[in-house]
């Protein structure tokens, strides 16, 4: 997975590790969106140190996707305040 070429394996596999979290409730804090993004960073930390620089990178879009969607959900529900 940390081959160049395999740019398609580690995409199909960010949306299985996004999609494996199925149906749930959102929180208005976006807290489980921030504790998804902390864990996928630290994982990227972890590959990235043992030299599995592709597939960290590919890690640290995840946890940018998490860091974001909870960012969006944080102003969502701030917006339903006003």
């Keep these: ?10 995409s199909g596999y960010s949306t299985r590790i996004y999609n494996s979290r199925g149906v749930h409730s959102i929180d208005p804090t976006g807290q489980p ?9 630290a994982q990227a930390k972890a590959l990235e140190e043992n030299g ?13 996707r998490y860091e974001n969607e909870a960012e969006r959900i944080i102003e ?3 917006k339903g305040d006003e």
């Design 52 to 64: 599995f620089i592709n597939f960290a990178t590919e890690l640290k879009k995840m946890a940018n």
């Design 33 to 41: 969106e921030r504790e998804l993004a902390e864990k996928y960073q």
């Design 1 to 10: 997975m940390n081959e160049r070429t395999a740019e398609n394996i580690r």
């Design 76 to 78: 969502e529900y701030s």
